[in-house]
């Protein structure tokens, strides 16, 4: 046999496998291409998506700050609501003072009077007091406004 036949055919199977190999990275070219499109797809509806959240994102926080606006102007008027009973707490007990002081001198003139005949008096239901009732009123109503506002703060934070 003659060395140019043998090297000829050494080159021709090496010319086959450099044509096989050529033919599988073509095929993998091919899909590394259509993976690229597909990812290229998932990156738009990815940017797409965060687009969307950074919107939603400040529409809440716009949210957010109106109610902490508006939860903030209901407290003060609470606050302002509170303040005004007290104060109209106070001067209601300063008048059940003066009347009982009126209400006592007039006891102690009639006591010094001369007596009249007993009329029967109705059987006395225990007094109340009105001014302890309402000053406990205004306690718990106080107490119910903090709990409010501390709740309202902690949802705020």
Request: some cysteine; charged content about 30%; glycine content about 6%.
């Amino acid at each position: 046999m003659d060395i140019g036949l043998i090297v000829e055919c050494i080159v021709a199977l090496l010319l086959v496998v450099t044509i096989c190999y050529c033919w599988v990275l073509n095929k993998r070219l091919k899909r590394l291409r259509s993976d690229e499109e597909s990812l290229r797809a998932t990156i738009s509806e990815l940017i797409t998506a965060t687009e969307i959240a950074e919107r939603a994102i400040l529409g809440l926080k716009s949210t957010a700050g109106n109610a902490d606006r508006t939860l903030g102007a209901r407290l003060d008027e609470a606050e302002n609501v509170s303040r005004k009973l007290t104060d109209q707490l106070d001067f209601g007990q300063g008048v059940l003072d003066r009347i009982g002081n009126v209400a006592h001198g007039a006891a102690s003139a009639e006591a010094a009077s001369p007596r009249r005949e007993p009329v029967a008096e109705p059987a006395r239901q225990p007094k109340r007091n009105l001014t302890d009732d309402i000053r406990r009123a205004a306690g718990e109503s106080a107490s119910r406004l903090e709990e409010f506002r501390r709740r309202s703060q902690e949802r705020v934070a």
